[in-house]
């Protein structure tokens, strides 16, 4: 299974760190691929962090992760900062309250762990065993 280089999700796609776009030449009927564009270009990476970064440009792969790494830290700020809660709080409140909790505390793990790529606070393992437990447990 390959990993986003920019967040540690599953690669399902190939970025470019140099555009496309940035390599043809010709008019909008001839455009065709000039001889420096190549493999190396290449990097995996997840859809949503294909797309975070567009049609920009950057020195290297290391500015342009910075660059991704900040954007998520704004698209997600609600539920990095939403607040945590003990398990004792967490079984005071009603069903879907804590169903809702529980979810968005398991969300708030998963944007922490791709924030911190390639150092995972939490262990992938021990997340998806909880996100498990969680949806196969009535509440």
């Given amino acids: 299974m390959k990993k986003c280089f920019y967040c540690g999700e599953y690669a399902n796609t190939k970025?470019?760190?140099i555009p496309v776009s940035f390599y043809y030449n010709g008019g909008r009927k001839g455009k065709h691929l000039t001889a420096e564009y190549g493999k190396e270009n290449l990097i995996d990476s997840c859809h949503e962090c294909n797309c975070i970064a567009n049609n920009k440009i950057f020195n290297n792969k290391y500015e342009k992760k910075d660059y991704i790494q900040e954007r998520l830290k704004i698209k997600y700020r609600k539920i990095i900062n939403s607040p945590f809660w003990s398990d004792e709080e967490i079984n005071e409140m009603g069903r879907t309250l804590r169903k809702?909790?529980?979810?968005?505390q398991l969300a708030?793990?998963?944007i922490l762990n791709r924030l911190s790529h390639p150092v995972y606070l939490y262990p992938v393992i021990e997340f998806n065993r909880e996100l498990e437990h969680?949806?196969?447990k009535e509440l």
């Fill in 15 to 17: 970025d470019h760190i």
């Fill in 100 to 104: 809702e909790i529980i979810i968005q």
């Fill in 108 to 110: 708030r793990k998963w």
């Fill in 134 to 136: 969680f949806m196969n």
